[in-house]
């Protein structure tokens, strides 16, 4: 299973859903309702079903992902502020998984490198 916060367009879902079909399921999130909506109707129509992917509505950044603890194999952040959702997303990879972040800006990825301490996310791992 493959998460991603901040499903936006969905170019990174479809690139996504190419590499794990079929054989995994991808989850993404979002907190605005016609992005949701809108990325779904384009995964059907580019023949990916809800049998290998979700999109649901949901802010990651104060909900947390809505998926059992230690199931995913790799998280995507592409959120503006990506270090809120990193306990959230640590609870739901599996051990030695993967964590991306997605950032632009040299602010945030100080603020990310505070909450991977915070956090301690690396000896979770």
Partial sequence: MTLIAG????????AILRTIVP????HTFDFH??????AFDEFVGHGFD????????RDVCTDGFDV??????AAFLDLPS???AIPFAA????????????TLFEKRLYKL?????TADFFSQR
């Fill in 7 to 14: 499903t936006g367009s969905a170019s990174l879902s479809h």
């Fill in 23 to 26: 054989n995994g399921h991808l």
């Fill in 33 to 38: 309702e016609q992005r949701v909506k809108r």
């Fill in 50 to 57: 809800e049998s290998v992917v979700t999109a649901s509505l």
């Fill in 68 to 73: 059992d603890s230690a199931t995913a194999n």
């Fill in 82 to 84: 990506p270090w809120q």
């Fill in 91 to 102: 609870q739901c990879l599996k051990p030695g998984n993967i964590l991306i972040v997605v």
């Fill in 113 to 117: 490198s505070i909450q991977y301490l």
